[in-house]
């Protein structure tokens, strides 16, 4: 299936509950997420999707996490504000955005230049 990819970034602060080690304590990242969309071929105009649209759609996900405290954000009242938790909630959000025939393949939440997380 062809595949469209954009990356954005937000920055935020949070904590880690229930573990031991420096990410208990308040701290920020910058995270950068990569979005991948998908369909089975490729539209009339030769797209899968205009990137303008996906940046669009992501940025207005992102923008509710940019320069929060994800812990106090409703979602993460209940989850852990943790790299995969952060993956699944703009994956959740942005699959309610995308209308067939797209589908939302991956979504993967870079932490560090070195570490990320992928949903699903």
């Known amino acids: 299936m062809p595949q469209v990819k954009i990356i954005d970034r ?7 509950r229930n573990y031991k ?3 208990e304590e308040l ?3 910058n995270w950068q997420v990569e979005v991948i969309v998908s369909r089975k071929k ?3 105009n030769g797209m899968v ?3 303008n649209d996906l940046k669009r759609l992501t940025g207005d996900v992102l923008s509710k996490l940019d320069h929060t405290y994800l812990n106090e954000l409703a979602y993460f009242k209940s989850r852990n504000p943790t790299s995969e938790n ?3 909630h703009i994956a959740a959000a942005l699959k309610k955005k ?6 939302l393949k991956e979504v993967m939440v870079w932490e ?8 699903p």
Do not use: V
């Open 42 to 44: 490729i539209g009339r």
């Open 27 to 29: 701290h920020g990242h």
């Open 86 to 88: 952060i993956a699944a």
């Open 112 to 119: 560090t230049e070195k570490s990320c997380a992928i949903w």
């Open 21 to 23: 080690g420096k990410c």
């Open 98 to 103: 995308l209308k067939l025939p797209l589908i």
């Open 49 to 51: 999707m205009d990137f």
């Open 10 to 16: 937000f920055s935020a602060a949070h904590n880690l």
